[in-house]
């Protein structure tokens, strides 16, 4: 019984992530906020570095994948079925979402996320698909709202 627990388990949790991969570079994070309230920035799913599972779609080469409008929704390069280099997502309206840099599937590099509006999200680093150094959050007008030092591993410091 016990076995079967774990299998299930790990069936799931390779089903979620597959899911997850499969919906471009980045996450939704969070909606535009057009009416000038808070902005909440959910980072927990930022914080676990996990392995990108073999894409068997994708061997070697760059690949594009579109929305169902034609519009580009990521283009990113694969060697060996995993994302290697530059990997840029977009909102269905073509504006750039996220521009991410990947090593053997993991984040590694420079990453940038804007809003639909064109105004950044955040901007940071990983390394080997951890978040690494010093990261600027923004609100959807630009302003920047929060700065945390990943590299020290410290709480969020006060804009």
Not at 7 to 34: E, Q
Not at 61 to 73: E, H, L, P, S
Not at 93 to 109: H, I, N, P, R
Request: hydrophobic fraction near 30%; charge should be positive; proline fraction near 4%.
């Amino acid at each position: 019984m016990q076995g079967q627990y774990y299998f299930m388990k790990k069936t799931a949790f390779i089903f979620l992530v597959s899911a997850y991969l499969l919906t471009g570079c980045h996450p939704a994070s969070t909606p535009n906020n057009s009416a000038g309230n808070a902005v909440v920035i959910d980072t927990t799913k930022m914080h676990a570095a996990t392995q990108q599972p073999v894409d068997t779609s994708a061997k070697d080469g760059t690949v594009i994948r579109r929305y169902a409008n034609g519009v580009i929704k990521e283009r990113s390069y694969y060697v060996a079925g995993r994302r290697q280099g530059e990997c840029q997502s977009f909102y269905p309206t073509g504006k750039m979402w996220s521009d991410d840099y990947f090593v053997a599937g993991l984040q590694d590099g420079s990453t940038i996320s804007y809003y639909e509006n064109g105004q950044k999200r955040y901007v940071g680093n990983y390394t080997k698909g951890k978040p690494s150094g010093i990261w600027t959050f923004y609100d959807n007008t630009g302003k920047a709202v929060r700065t945390t030092n990943y590299s020290k591993k410290q709480e969020p410091l006060a804009m």
